[in-house]
C-alpha cells in the first residue's frame, strides 16, 4: 500500500497562514482522489477538502475562500494551502488518497492561538 507523509503542520496566530503538503511514496494506479480531513477531540472527524483527478475540488462550508487544494501529479503530492486561519481549524489533519484502496498520511497537527 502507497504510504503517505504529511508535513507543514504548526502553531500559529489567528489570522496566519499554513501550507500542508502530503507526498505519496510511489504512483497511485487507478488515482480517484486525495484530500485532507481533519479531527478534533470530541468531534466528528469532517472532510475539509478534496480534488479528483480531474481536478474538481470540494471544500467544507467552513473553509471555503480561505483554503485551496491543490495536486502535483508528477510529485505525487497534494497541498492545502490555509489561510485566515481560525481556532477552530485548529485540529489533527489527515491526507488521505483514493485508488484502487485508499491510504491514510499519519496526520499533522494544526493549533491556531486566538
Known amino acids: 500500500q502507497v504510504e503517505l507523509v504529511e508535513s507543514g503542520g504548526g502553531l500559529v496566530h489567528s489570522g496566519g497562514s499554513l501550507r500542508l503538503s502530503c507526498v505519496a511514496s510511489?504512483?497511485?494506479?487507478?488515482?480517484?482522489?486525495m484530500g485532507w480531513y481533519r479531527r478534533t477531540p470530541g468531534k466528528e472527524r469532517e472532510l475539509v477538502a478534496s480534488?479528483?483527478?480531474?481536478?474538481?475540488?470540494y471544500y467544507i462550508d467552513s473553509v471555503k475562500g480561505r483554503f485551496n487544494i491543490s495536486r502535483d501529479g508528477a510529485k505525487n503530492t497534494v497541498y492545502l494551502q490555509m489561510t485566515s486561519l481560525v481556532p477552530e481549524d485548529t485540529a489533527v489533519y489527515y491526507c488521505?488518497?483514493?485508488?484502487?484502496?485508499?491510504?491514510w498520511g499519519r496526520g499533522t497537527q494544526v493549533t491556531v492561538s486566538s
Open positions: 510511489e504512483d497511485m494506479p487507478a488515482l480517484r482522489g
Open positions: 488521505y488518497a483514493s485508488y484502487w484502496t485508499v491510504s
Open positions: 480534488i479528483t483527478a480531474g481536478g474538481t475540488t
